[in-house]
């Protein structure tokens, strides 16, 4: 990520997530520049999903599952949208839900609210990307938090 003229690269556990600073904050930009350097390091093509700290801070506020009353933080995800998929579209994850399951989105992500665990959701990246013609990547509410607090650092 150096080599790309990032600066303060740092990572948090092995699942890609990485927070750095950068000259820009066009995220189109970013996530091509990134992509385009692990097809070329690893030959594969990567899909790369980046959000600024201050549009990570939105994620956090705007979380409503966190203003119900008992919530357990730990059952709570977040599927970040590689863009902003219709509203009308956004609608009909509410049928791919199943069983106690919940589901909010604001533009571009997705809260997730699985008591059973992500493993047990119908509500996956997969799914997620069938339904809404988009890249989608999900991380835990705590990862999520992590994430925004290492941009403070």
């Known amino acids: ?89 956004l609608k009909s994850l509410n049928t791919i839900a199943a069983g106690p399951d919940r589901v909010r989105w604001n533009e571009k992500e997705i809260y997730l609210h699985c008591p059973n665990g992500y493993g047990e959701t119908k509500l996956s990246n997969g799914a997620l990307e069938k339904a809404l013609s988009v890249q989608a990547t999900t991380r835990n509410w705590k990862t999520v938090t992590k994430l925004y607090e290492m941009t403070l650092e």
């Open 1 to 89: 990520m150096r080599e790309l003229g990032f600066e303060d690269v740092k990572t948090y556990i092995q699942s890609g997530n990485v927070v750095f600073k950068a000259a820009t904050t066009d995220n189109a930009r970013l996530a091509n520049k990134i992509e385009k350097k692990l097809l070329s390091a690893f030959g594969l093509p990567v899909p790369v999903i980046v959000r600024t700290p201050a549009e990570l801070q939105k994620v956090i506020q705007n979380n409503l599952f966190l203003k119900e009353a008992g919530m357990d933080s730990s059952k709570l995800h977040v599927s970040f949208l590689s863009g902003s998929p219709e509203k009308t579209v």
